[in-house]
């Protein structure tokens, strides 16, 4: 069973430790991260970031246990346990394989995961124009044409150091 975790900021390995602690033997975590590339003091850098924030998803087959839940409740680095967890397995199941069929052979997410969410603008996350917003003019297969300030861009869709979601 599939269960969400919120965890103290910077607490996430003390939470992984008192969870396989209270559990006997070690469950399985999984929380999706980009890498994306950042300019920091004129350099560029590689930095890891998780989709979920501070939010952790913990599998193992004891968490059906309310007494076990109880337990969980007042562990270490643990904020809080989303609620719905039980009626919302299916779900959870289907956003961890979706997740680990768009990563890519390190284990990060790729830009297909993110090409899921249709909408008319887009945002980067990597690259010069991180954090900027851009008006998409046209969606093909394998490029968007994009807009900003009226000059028109091509980008590729198959970039893998380019992360950008629909917003």
């Given amino acids: 069973m599939w269960v969400v975790f919120k965890y103290k900021k910077n607490e996430s390995e003390i939470l ?4 396989t602690s ?3 033997d070690k469950p399985e975590f999984y929380n999706p991260k980009v890498k994306i590339k950042k300019i920091v003091k004129g350099k560029i850098k590689d930095c890891k970031k998780s989709i979920l924030d501070k939010y952790i998803l913990c599998k193992h087959s ?6 076990i839940m109880n337990l969980i409740n007042y562990a270490k680095g643990i ?37 899921n969410y ?7 996350h990597s690259g010069m124009f991180s ?12 490029e968007l044409k994009i807009l900003s300030n009226k000059i028109k861009f091509k980008i590729s869709k198959d970039q893998e150091n380019l992360l950008f979601r629909y917003v």
């Avoid at 004891?62 to 007494?67: A, G, I, N, Q």
């Avoid at 249709?118 to 980067?124: D, E, L, M, S, V």
């Fill in 62 to 67: 004891k968490f059906s246990d309310l007494k």
């Fill in 22 to 24: 209270i559990l006997g």
């Fill in 118 to 124: 249709i909408g008319n603008k887009i945002q980067f």
């Fill in 79 to 115: 904020q809080l346990i989303l609620s719905g967890y039980q009626e919302n397995q299916k779900n959870l199941i289907n956003f961890v394989e979706t997740c680990k069929s768009h990563e890519n052979e390190d284990g990060f997410l790729k830009q297909s995961f993110f090409n």
């Fill in 16 to 19: 992984k430790n008192s969870l």
């Fill in 131 to 142: 954090h900027l917003i851009f008006e998409v003019i046209e969606d093909k297969k394998k």
